[in-house]
């Protein structure tokens, strides 16, 4: 099933986060909610693979594509 921007919104609010990390799915992709606020989907561990980069203040998190 897809994720709703409802879904995500709520659970930003509910936690008080400007970022979620989810999956997997087979759209992996970097979506901004607001301009600080950011939901990361990991792709299918067994197609796309990927995992989350390292934080940094000024970047925040990033996609690094799995190497197969």
């Known amino acids: 099933?897809?994720?709703t921007?409802?879904?995500?919104?709520q659970l930003l609010h509910?936690?008080?986060?400007n970022h979620i990390i989810h999956?997997?799915?087979?759209?992996?992709?970097?979506?901004t909610v607001t301009d600080e606020q950011f939901?990361?989907?990991l792709g299918s561990w067994n197609e796309q693979g990927g995992?989350?980069?390292?934080?940094?203040e000024d970047q925040g998190f990033h996609l690094i594509?799995?190497?197969k």
């Open 23 to 31: 999956g997997h799915t087979h759209k992996p992709f970097t979506h």
């Open 39 to 41: 939901r990361y989907v």
């Open 5 to 9: 921007e409802e879904a995500v919104n």
């Open 14 to 17: 509910t936690f008080n986060a």
């Open 65 to 67: 594509p799995s190497q």
């Open 51 to 56: 995992i989350i980069g390292k934080y940094s």
């Open 1 to 3: 099933f897809e994720v």
